[in-house]
């Protein structure tokens, strides 16, 4: 009698114990709301939008490798390993605290194994082991989103620096659960790379991968958003005088530093290393590769900008430039345009 | 799935130890000349680029010498290869479908998927035939390490090692141009790059063996064609901090490696490292050994 009591005694502390750790998570993470969204992502320049979520759910991040031709400027054309059939791969936006489970497929056409590192998963590799793919074959892992924050997202296979060069990487913004951005009018997500061909810049046809350039960090070309010319003339972006604008900017390399800058604007915000020190008041943001930022500001007069890597011979001569345009009324107050103009016979 | 995985592990590490039995570390000829390339070293001379003779039908002579593994390993300098004979062309569909034939357990339709995924061989019409006959002398692709392995035994032949694959590889390339050392390194890289569109783009123009590309032995193809399962694929331990296989794939990988400018080799062993077994796909074919 006195053991079966003991046993009921034993069963019922253990039971309590198990409701104990049912309602706190023993590693302090937030618990899963029991909801699930497959997550709405995107190609760039576009975002996608903010989900309103109750709490911490599990997001299911669906990538599928395309081994593509694809322009890289006039005429010229490269093959690119993609996460999604577009360089950049595509931007993924999640909360901090989700569950965030990778479903990473290699189709059976592709000539290579690819995998994933995302900087925002606090685990070995990134993801990069877990996700390893051979051709034809789907892989699935899972990580918790702990820190905030925009992250680089890249292929991590050997070799890596020719799987990066290829075109596999995009951006992954982790939103901070109890402090979120704020609303702005316009969100665009650019991602600078650079490509290295062993033809030159301007030369036309199916240009080839330079091992020999990429190890002495000369590229061929520098660009935003995969292709000389991504975002200007018809595919430039478009906002109104007056509207507020966020960039979640991302910089792959592989080799080079950005300095980016819009010229004739400053940033209100700049989201230091893409992490939480906000900077203010910024002409010229550096972002290391493999790194990312978040700028934003107000256009404040229509016009055309520029985005460039402020390293100029990038931007004049390999690529490096995209447009915002701003169309709407003028501010005099703010900016004259030329006023006057004569002759100058002093010495 | 579970149950391959340890066949695969089990046969790896069978493999594994085949070659360090083989291994010669010390040989004292060799200890100096630790940075010449192992075939400039063993095969400079007269008869190099003369492919040797052969009395097997369809396989070339592969003279004995040295391999430095990609992937070093502590004590471990170089790997001794003995000669062997090695298919000079990867296998067909044609011959693949003698194999077949004779071992019926092998169709499409009867295969178990601990033996080939689906997909396998799915490219042909049906279980015996191969419907477009452009296809016939093209290589097979689609076909698991289990299956490949049971036709080189039909065969009375056997996969060659990583080792022995890589070894066979070292020779120069001498047709349809010549290339060695670095030259040769940028040409394998770029004929990597474009397997997959020349595959599509030469679907429909006939496609005999060797092709390609010839090398100083007379093998043919090694290179930009298809991929070619090996007998111990995935038997390779690339080292990491971890001691995980991590190594294979961020940076870590050229820490561990003989010639982290190679990379051409380097996705030869990503690819192999990233099988199971049964896996099949449209770019992985075979070749076998004796």
């Known amino acids: 009698m006195k053991i079966r009591l003991f046993s009921h005694y034993c069963l019922l502390f253990s039971a309590a114990l198990l409701i104990a750790s049912c309602a706190k ?49 006039n005429g010229a054309t490269y093959k690119f390993w993609t996460f999604g059939g577009n360089v950049p791969g595509k931007f993924i936006r999640v909360t901090q605290g989700d569950l965030v489970e990778v479903h990473l497929s290699n189709p059976a056409s592709s000539m290579m194994p690819h995998s994933i590192d995302f900087h925002a998963v606090s685990g070995p590799g990134g993801g990069a082991e877990a996700s390893f793919t051979a051709p034809g074959h789907t892989s699935v892992f899972s990580f918790r989103a702990l820190h905030p ?18 075109g596999m990487y995009g951006l992954i913004y982790v939103e901070p659960r109890d402090n979120p951005l704020p609303p702005v009018d316009h969100e665009f997500y650019v991602m600078q790379s650079e490509i290295y061909t062993t033809g030159n810049y301007g030369d036309t046809g199916l240009q080839e991968f330079s091992m020999d350039k990429a190890i002495a960090e000369q590229p061929t070309y520098v660009v935003f958003n995969g292709a000389v010319g991504s975002m200007l003339g018809p595919t430039a972006l478009h906002v109104k005088a007056g509207e507020t604008v966020r960039l979640f ?25 893409g ?60 900016y004259s345009h030329q006023q006057h103009y004569e002759n100058y016979n002093g010495q | 799935m579970k149950v391959m995985q340890t066949i695969s592990k089990l046969r790896s590490i069978i493999a594994a130890l085949t070659i360090t039995t083989v291994t010669v570390p010390q040989a004292p000829s060799y200890a100096f000349a630790k940075h010449i390339h192992p075939f400039d070293k063993l095969r400079a001379g007269s008869s190099s680029f003369i492919p040797h003779p052969s009395s097997l039908p369809g396989m070339v002579r592969i003279p004995s010498g040295f391999y ?18 090695m298919d000079a062309a990867p296998v067909t569909n044609a011959e693949f479908l003698e194999f077949v034939k004779a071992n019926p357990a092998w169709a499409r339709s009867s295969i178990s998927p601990i033996l080939a ?106 290179f930009g064609r298809v991929w070619e399962w090996v007998e111990d694929f995935n038997s390779i331990i690339i080292p990491s901090e971890s001691g995980s296989n991590l190594g294979a794939l961020c940076g870590a990988a050229a820490a561990g490696s003989l010639d982290p400018t190679d990379y051409a080799t380097f996705m030869r062993f990503a690819m192999r490292n990233s099988l199971n077994a049964n896996d099949v796909t449209d770019q992985l074919g075979f070749r076998c050994v004796k």
């Open chain 2, 68 to 85: 430095r593994p990609f992937y070093t390993t502590k004590g471990i300098d170089s790997i001794r290869i003995e000669s062997f004979y």
């Open chain 1, 25 to 73: 998570n023993p590693s302090g993470l937030p618990a899963l709301t029991g909801e699930q969204r497959v997550a709405q992502l995107t190609d760039a320049p576009i975002v996608p939008a903010r989900v309103e979520e109750s709490g911490a759910q599990k997001v299911i991040v669906n990538l599928v490798v395309h081994e593509v031709v694809k322009q890289i400027a």
């Open chain 1, 249 to 273: 900017v991302g910089n792959i390399g592989p080799n080079l530093a950005s300095a980016f800058h819009i010229i004739g604007l400053q940033f209100d915000n700049a989201y230091v290393e």
């Open chain 1, 149 to 166: 924050g925009l992250f680089i997202y890249h292929c991590a296979t050997a070799p890596v620096p020719m799987h990066i060069a290829n």
């Open chain 2, 117 to 222: 995924e689906a997909g396998y061989l799915k490219r042909w019409r049906s279980d015996f035939e191969i419907g477009d006959a452009e296809l016939a002398d093209k290589p097979v692709v689609d076909i698991s390490w289990f299956a490949a392995r049971a036709f080189a035994k039909w065969r009375g032949k056997r996969l060659p090692t990583i080792a022995e694959w890589e070894y066979a590889a070292l020779a120069p390339i001498v047709r349809p141009m010549f290339a060695s050392g670095n030259a040769k390194k940028a040409l394998v890289l770029e004929w990597y790059s474009k397997q997959n569109s020349r595959q599509l783009q030469q679907a429909s123009s006939a496609m005999r063996a060797c092709t390609l590309n010839q090398n100083a032995d007379g093998v043919c193809d090694l």
């Open chain 1, 275 to 334: 992490g939480s020190l906000v900077n203010h008041d910024v002409q010229t943001t550096l972002i290391p590769p493999g790194g990312a930022t978040i700028v934003e500001f107000k256009v404040q007069v229509p016009g055309t900008y520029h985005m460039v890597d402020h390293a100029i011979f990038r931007a004049f001569n390999q690529g490096a430039m995209g447009d915002i345009i701003a169309t709407g009324p003028e501010d005099s107050a703010i």
